[in-house]
């Protein structure tokens, strides 16, 4: 079973505020589109994976993206995480209506292909499943077969709302690399610990991480 991924990804001068302490105004957006790069390149080097959409309406992150082997879809409807998620969810039927759809968070700079390949086989054995989140409080992947309606519910707590709406929670070991989103210096600390893709390397090689 081969997966199509829905990437969201807010426009970078707008992404990851909350790495401000971190990062600042100059960098941030290099940072941002440093994660959403090796996201993607992750994601596509999976065998689980068929393609990739990635919703925004960021030029530069639409075609550094694009040369990577993402479809960009235009964030149309301009309204926030979850309506970017539908609205790339109905795209990516439109053309694939038979296709096992995963939303997919674009701030896992240290995915592992094989890591989310063992996701998205657990998650095939259900008709709706996610992965929480490192903190165990929001959600990185929500996955569901062809023919279900992905219903987003991501933001603060997702993951309480996920389960809420009937979700099955994905208990995995070993997949740390698919948990590990980076809204934080700290979350950027553990995601330099696990290993980081290339270009979140060079993009934070100077920044000062907390406890580095
Ligand atoms: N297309 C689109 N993507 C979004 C939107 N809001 C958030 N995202 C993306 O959704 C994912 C999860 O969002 P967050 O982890 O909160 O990332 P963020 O919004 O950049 O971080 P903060 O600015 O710190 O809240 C990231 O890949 C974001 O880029 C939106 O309105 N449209
Ligand atoms: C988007 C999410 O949250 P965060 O902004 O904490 O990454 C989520 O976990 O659903």
Do not use: C, Y
Not at 22 to 38: M, Q, Y
Not at 68 to 81: K, M, T
Not at 182 to 194: K, M, N, P, S
């Amino acid at each position: 079973m081969r997966w199509t991924l829905v990437i969201p990804l807010k426009p970078l001068a707008l992404a990851k505020s909350r790495l401000a302490d971190t990062a600042g105004d100059g960098l941030r957006p290099g940072v941002a589109l440093a994660f959403a790069e090796d996201t993607v390149a992750a994601a596509l080097a999976s065998p689980a994976v068929r393609d990739v959409a990635v919703v925004t309406d960021d030029a530069l992150a639409g075609r550094t993206l694009a040369t990577l082997g993402a479809r960009i879809v235009p964030d149309e409807p301009g309204a926030g995480l979850n309506a970017a998620l539908a609205h790339g969810a109905a795209v990516v039927r439109a053309f694939r209506p038979d296709a096992p759809l995963a939303a997919l968070n674009a701030d896992l700079p240290s995915l592992r292909a094989p890591e989310l390949a063992r996701v998205l086989e657990a998650a095939a054995q259900f008709p709706r499943a996610f992965l929480p989140d490192a903190a165990a409080i929001g959600t990185t992947l929500l996955a569901v077969a062809p023919g279900r309606a992905l219903r987003p519910a991501f933001g603060p707590d997702s993951r309480a709302r996920h389960r809420a709406s009937g979700a099955v929670e994905l208990r995995l070991d070993a997949v740390d690399s698919v948990r590990q989103d980076v809204d934080t210096g700290e979350d950027l600390r553990a995601a330099l610990a696990l290993g980081v893709g290339p270009r979140t390397a060079a993009a934070t090689a100077r920044l000062l991480i907390p406890g580095q």
